[in-house]
């Protein structure tokens, strides 16, 4: 599991070098960043993670424990997991796009970076 959340990781940190923007237009970034690139690159390699840690938490969870013996203790695990699970996607939801609207960086009124960071982190 620990492998694979570094592949995420590392996923992220590519989209977030990625969301820098080049100065093309007149954007302000790193000239010559192929951001469409790099943005897809980190897409597949977040997908690769997610594909390897979301099955194996799950599974590694309910190894804990001695069946039938701890049948309520297990049904009290995967209840709670999946409550966890669901309000980090819904605290995500709201603060992600808070952080990319409401902070400037780069020289621009938004913050794409930071917002991608955040999960990289």
Same mark, same amino acid.
Request: glycine share 14%.
């Given at each position: 599991?620990?492998?694979?959340?570094?592949?995420?990781?590392?996923?992220?940190?590519? #989209?977030?070098?990625?969301?820098?923007?080049?100065?093309?237009?007149?954007?302000?970034?790193?000239?010559?960043?192929?951001?469409?690139?790099?943005?897809?690159?980190?897409?597949? #390699?977040?997908?690769?993670?997610?594909?390897?840690?979301?099955?194996? &938490?799950?599974?590694?969870?309910?190894?804990?424990?001695?069946?039938?013996? !701890?049948?309520?203790?297990?049904?009290?695990?995967?209840?709670?997991?999946?409550?966890? &699970?669901?309000?980090?996607?819904?605290?995500?939801?709201?603060?992600?796009? !808070?952080?990319?609207?409401?902070?400037?960086?780069?020289?621009?009124?938004?913050?794409?970076?930071?917002?991608?960071?955040?999960?990289?982190?």
């Amino acid at each position: 599991i620990f492998y694979v959340s570094m592949i995420y990781a590392i996923g992220q940190l590519v #989209i977030t070098i990625g969301s820098v923007g080049d100065t093309k237009d007149g954007n302000k970034g790193i000239e010559g960043l192929p951001t469409t690139a790099l943005v897809l690159t980190g897409l597949m #390699i977040v997908g690769v993670g997610t594909g390897g840690i979301k099955p194996c &938490v799950a599974t590694f969870g309910g190894d804990q424990f001695k069946l039938p013996e !701890q049948k309520k203790e297990s049904l009290t695990f995967f209840s709670i997991f999946y409550w966890m &699970v669901n309000l980090g996607s819904l605290i995500s939801m709201l603060v992600t796009p !808070q952080l990319r609207a409401n902070v400037s960086c780069l020289g621009q009124d938004y913050c794409f970076p930071l917002a991608f960071a955040v999960p990289a982190g």
